[in-house]
């Protein structure tokens, strides 16, 4: 008989991302370390929303239903697709702490999910996040799921009996299990107010951690699903309103996320030369599936290291300076405030429409007349030359799961083909050679539809 716990297992993580969801900008805009770009809330969300496909990638596949699938199947299929979809510091290391109990619940075949099993995962998983920093901050993340770990720890230390035999009753189990993750939030809400204390950028911008915050929400969605209500209170926390700029951006503009498949794959190889390109260098992974985050200036130099070692996958670049310009604008209320380089326009969310359109664009007046239909701007300068890693950081940020790029001019199409390429959104390139042929794609665009459908209308037009 499957383990009951399998065919729940979707509604958990369906709870957590749900909770998530609807905290998403308070957790963006409490984002400051270590970059004050306001996207924690959306690369956790992303990064769970990559778990539940997944689940239900296995749960379609040959008309299998959830609890006909093992356990060791499951973790391990969500455990890749975490890494996958992971993007930022904070959705790396999300996807690190579904690794660490992923790898425990496989390493503990027959047993059922009970508290105890629960403890020992949560502690794996703090371990296997602290491992993939390089320099580990205390006031982040880290340390709260440390601390939420060995409440458990000492919880189940006092308490009696909290095994379930391999005939255990649903209830039964998701009632303990929510009690003892009820216990480790209380303590997850401590660790986060206390955060300010140990990281000085937190005290000194008036807030508390971003990612730490969230996985307290994550967690009280998680005690939600198993309960059947509704999720715990979790404290709201005010936003940052004062600007620290020593704090606030990176000294390299790009944040670069990538998947590595090989074979022999060995993480710690690709350490240095990382960090010779950047800073907040992240490789995990194991010896066949790495991913790779950095900031970096020369994101080509980047993907370029791993050329011979396997195929590169599920690229994004977001341009961090664009997002902390973004994220003060939005903060301070300034409505007239645009930043000053990289792509416009309603800034990134989860919630996203299926098509949406990026136009290279030179000039404040062109720009206004995009935007004014809805289109994100790439600013192309005089020449309208932007990189194929500037046309990246463009795709980055439009909310749409597909995007069509209006390329504007004949020097931009080899560029933005090879972004298209390299995109971890399906990307198609319209085939507008000026201005004003962009323009009519811009009027005749169909959120609804696909990028390959708009970028037929395009040509049809």
């Avoid at 370390?33 to 990638?57: K, S, Y």
């Avoid at 005749?444 to 049809?460: G, K, T």
Wanted: charged share 25%; glycine share 10%.
């Amino acid at each position: 008989m499957p383990d009951p716990s399998l065919v729940r297992f979707r509604a958990v993580v369906e709870g957590a991302l749900a909770h998530l969801e609807s905290r998403r900008q308070e957790i963006n805009d409490l984002n400051v370390f270590p970059v004050a770009d306001g996207d924690t809330g959306d690369n956790m969300a992303l990064t769970l929303r990559a778990v539940l496909a997944e689940v239900d990638r296995l749960a379609a596949d040959e008309g299998r239903l959830i609890d006909d699938i093992g356990r060791d199947e499951i973790v391990d299929s969500v455990a890749r697709a975490a890494l996958l979809g992971a993007r930022g510091n904070s959705g790396v290391i999300l996807s690190q702490l579904i690794r660490g109990a992923a790898e425990e619940l496989v390493s503990r075949p027959g047993e059922l999910v009970d508290p105890v099993l629960v403890g020992s995962a949560m502690a794996r998983a703090a371990d296997r996040a602290y491992a993939s920093v390089r320099e580990p901050a205390e006031g982040t993340i880290l340390t709260v799921i440390r601390e939420m770990a060995a409440r458990i720890a000492t919880e189940l230390a006092h308490m009696g009996d909290t095994r379930l035999g391999a005939e255990g009753d649903p209830t039964v189990q998701n009632a303990m299990i929510a009690d003892i993750l009820e216990r480790a939030l209380q303590t997850g809400e401590d660790s986060v107010r206390r955060g300010p204390d140990l990281l000085p950028v937190l005290r000194e911008s008036g807030v508390v951690d971003a990612g730490g915050h969230a996985v307290v929400v994550i967690f009280a969605g998680i005690v939600a699903a198993l309960r059947g209500t509704e999720p715990p209170a979790v404290q709201r926390h005010a936003p940052a309103r004062v600007s620290h700029p020593e704090h606030s951006s990176s000294t390299f503009r790009y944040c670069t996320n990538f998947a590595v498949t090989g074979r022999d794959l060995e993480s710690s190889r690709w350490l240095a030369p990382l960090e010779e390109l950047g800073d907040s260098v992240l490789v995990v992974g194991d010896a066949v599936t790495l991913k790779v985050h950095l900031h970096t200036d020369a994101p080509e130099r980047a993907t370029a290291l791993f050329g011979g070692a396997g195929e590169l996958s599920h690229l994004d670049v977001a341009d961090m300076h664009a997002q902390v310009d973004e994220r003060a604008r939005r903060l301070s209320g300034n409505g007239d405030h645009r930043p000053e380089n990289g792509a416009h326009g309603p800034g990134p969310t989860v919630t996203q429409q299926r098509c949406g359109a990026l136009a290279v664009v030179a000039g404040g007046g062109m720009r206004a007349l995009y935007e004014s239909l809805g289109v994100h701007c790439l600013d192309g300068g005089a020449t309208l030359n932007p990189s194929t890693y500037e046309l990246l950081a463009g795709i980055h940020d439009v909310p749409a799961e597909e995007v069509i790029v209006l390329p504007n001019s004949p020097n931009v199409f080899m560029a933005a083909e090879r972004a298209a390429e390299l995109s971890e959104k399906l990307v198609c390139v319209a085939d507008a050679r000026c201005q004003q042929a962009g323009l009519a794609a811009a009027v005749a665009l169909d959120p609804a539809r696909s990028a390959a459908e708009n970028a037929a209308a395009v040509e049809e037009a």
